[in-house]
């Protein structure tokens, strides 16, 4: 049922709808679904049936049938749910999700666009092979292999997050990707370098970062589109961490690292385990515990909450027990609870983050963290208890006005009368 106008809607321009949209949300607006361990089921809309074999998988965020083998994306559901053409389904689920489809002819900035993305997705690839070969071989990569050591990762878990090394000489890299037919422009488009003067191109480039561990980052299908680069010699002057810049390719309100691989997991065990550290995401993964994502740099953000949604409603944080980590705690749960994600919240007991927790003390050990999780509000009110002078009417009364600004935020009624009601010593 495909035509000609397929073309004009750029592909990423229906990645960008299918990301903003939940197929669940979508066939269960035509259909009743019902929930069958992480995935749903329903009689199948497309053949006459008694039992249900038609599978909706929130995961994949596809559906499929075992009954006639009718199978695809949202798009393709729509579509045939109301048999209308591809580029009605795709406009109808735009509208929904809040996307703005521009291109509606051929459009050669686009094109030249869509080509440069993926170049400088390809020269991430590169780059990222090229960076961990240096920490595999370069005899001036010592430092590198030691800190991998010294933090528990074999050369076997780096190469499984392609975890690379810029050299101290950063000349190094750029020969190596001169000689690899890359620009100056391209490398300056990537995030990697930077014009060493903005007014003037022909001054020359230079490279982001030196002596720094890289962790490539993934989008969520699976290519590399920055790097997260972490100190290896401690200078106050400049952060443990750099990200790579705002690039075409990079958006860090709509990136989670560690997502490409935690997407599967997430769906199995039907929660997601949210840390401060892309260490955190590595270590628990390279233990065994693999629902695990972390957001880059400060906060979560609305698009967070609606990729995370795909996979699971159900979110466990894990994030420092320090002022900062609490602050945190609250805006992602507000963020999330918006979205209609339940928050659940582990206590780290003080100056462990889940990297150290899980070496000091064994994963066991940190299940039992995991387990332990409490519901936002009991977390929320045994901080705050904790912290405010409850006899100080003052202090008492602004704490109850926030705890219950925060429970206003809560959708689910029911849910929201018992979270109420858990207050109730507090207001009194
Ligand atoms: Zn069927």
Same mark, same amino acid.
């Given at each position: 049922?495909?035509?000609?106008?397929?073309?004009?809607?750029?592909?990423?321009?229906?990645?960008?709808?299918?990301?903003?949209?939940?197929?669940?949300?979508?066939?269960?607006?035509?259909?009743?679904?019902?929930?069958?361990?992480?995935?749903?089921?329903?009689?199948?809309?497309?053949?006459?049936?008694?039992?249900?074999?038609?599978?909706?998988?929130?995961?994949?965020?596809?559906?499929?049938?075992?009954?006639?083998?009718?199978?695809?994306?949202?798009?393709?559901?729509?579509?045939?749910?109301?048999?209308?053409?591809?580029?009605?389904?795709?406009?109808?689920?735009?509208?929904?999700?809040?996307?703005?489809?521009?291109?509606?002819? !051929?459009?050669?900035?686009? &094109?030249? $666009?869509?080509?440069? /993305? +993926? *170049?400088?997705?390809?020269?991430? =690839?590169?780059?990222?092979?090229?960076?961990?070969?240096?920490?595999?071989?370069?005899?001036?990569?010592?430092?590198?292999?030691?800190?991998?050591?010294?933090?528990?990762?074999?050369?076997?878990?780096?190469?499984?997050?392609?975890?690379?090394?810029?050299?101290?000489?950063?000349?190094?890299?750029?020969?190596?990707?001169?000689?690899?037919?890359?620009?100056?422009?391209?490398?300056?488009?990537?995030?990697?370098?930077?014009?060493?003067?903005?007014?003037?191109?022909?001054?020359?480039?230079?490279?982001?970062?030196?002596?720094?561990?890289?962790?490539?980052?993934?989008?969520?299908?699976?290519?590399?589109?920055?790097?997260?680069?972490?100190?290896?010699?401690?200078?106050?002057?400049?952060?443990? !961490?750099?990200?790579?810049? &705002?690039? $075409?390719?990079?958006? /860090? +309100? *709509?990136?989670?690292?560690?997502? =490409?691989?935690?997407?599967?997991?997430?769906?199995?065990?039907?929660?997601?385990?949210?840390?401060?550290?892309?260490?955190?995401?590595?270590?628990?993964?390279?233990?065994?515990?693999?629902?695990?994502?972390?957001?880059?740099?400060?906060?979560?953000?609305?698009?967070?909450?609606?990729?995370?949604?795909?996979?699971?409603?159900?979110?466990?944080?894990?994030?420092?027990?320090?002022?900062?980590?609490?602050?945190?705690?609250?805006?992602?749960?507000?963020?999330?609870?918006?979205?209609?994600?339940?928050?659940?919240?582990?206590?780290?007991?003080?100056?462990?983050?889940?990297?150290?927790?899980?070496?000091?003390?064994?994963?066991?050990?940190?299940?039992?963290?995991?387990?332990?999780?409490?519901?936002?509000?009991?977390?929320?009110?045994?901080?705050?208890?904790?912290?405010?002078?409850?006899?100080?009417?003052?202090?008492?009364?602004?704490?109850?006005?926030?705890?219950?600004?925060?429970?206003?935020?809560?959708?689910?009624?029911?849910?929201?009368?018992?979270?109420?009601?858990?207050?109730?010593?507090?207001?009194?």
């Amino acid at each position: 049922m495909q035509n000609y106008a397929v073309a004009l809607i750029p592909e990423e321009t229906i990645q960008s709808i299918l990301a903003q949209t939940d197929i669940v949300d979508v066939i269960s607006g035509y259909i009743p679904l019902k929930s069958a361990g992480g995935t749903f089921k329903a009689n199948c809309p497309f053949h006459n049936e008694k039992t249900p074999s038609f599978n909706v998988n929130p995961g994949k965020q596809f559906f499929y049938c075992f009954g006639c083998g009718e199978g695809g994306s949202a798009i393709t559901f729509v579509q045939k749910y109301e048999n209308m053409p591809f580029v009605d389904a795709v406009k109808k689920l735009a509208k929904a999700a809040g996307v703005t489809i521009t291109a509606a002819e !051929y459009n050669p900035e686009e &094109e030249r $666009q869509r080509r440069s /993305k +993926s *170049r400088l997705v390809q020269l991430h =690839n590169d780059s990222a092979a090229y960076f961990h070969q240096l920490v595999r071989k370069s005899p001036d990569a010592q430092i590198a292999r030691d800190y991998l050591k010294k933090r528990g990762f074999s050369l076997e878990s780096a190469e499984r997050w392609l975890i690379g090394w810029m050299p101290d000489n950063p000349a190094v890299y750029l020969k190596w990707a001169k000689e690899k037919g890359y620009s100056g422009r391209e490398l300056c488009d990537s995030g990697i370098c930077n014009l060493k003067d903005a007014q003037n191109p022909r001054a020359g480039i230079y490279v982001n970062w030196r002596n720094r561990l890289l962790f490539p980052i993934h989008n969520d299908y699976g290519d590399i589109i920055g790097f997260s680069a972490r100190q290896l010699i401690n200078d106050p002057k400049t952060g443990k !961490y750099i990200n790579t810049r &705002e690039t $075409q390719l990079f958006d /860090k +309100s *709509r990136i989670f690292f560690g997502l =490409n691989k935690a997407r599967r997991p997430i769906s199995k065990e039907k929660y997601a385990i949210l840390c401060e550290g892309q260490i955190d995401v590595i270590s628990l993964h390279e233990q065994g515990i693999q629902n695990v994502v972390a957001a880059l740099g400060t906060g979560t953000t609305a698009h967070h909450a609606r990729l995370l949604k795909r996979y699971t409603k159900d979110a466990v944080l894990c994030y420092d027990s320090d002022a900062a980590g609490h602050k945190a705690t609250t805006r992602a749960f507000k963020v999330f609870v918006t979205e209609g994600i339940n928050v659940r919240c582990v206590t780290m007991p003080e100056g462990e983050d889940p990297d150290s927790y899980i070496l000091g003390n064994g994963v066991e050990a940190f299940k039992k963290l995991l387990d332990d999780a409490e519901e936002f509000f009991d977390y929320k009110l045994k901080h705050a208890t904790a912290t405010t002078d409850l006899n100080s009417i003052k202090d008492r009364s602004a704490l109850a006005s926030d705890l219950s600004e925060l429970a206003q935020m809560v959708q689910d009624k029911v849910a929201q009368e018992m979270i109420i009601s858990k207050l109730l010593p507090i207001s009194a």
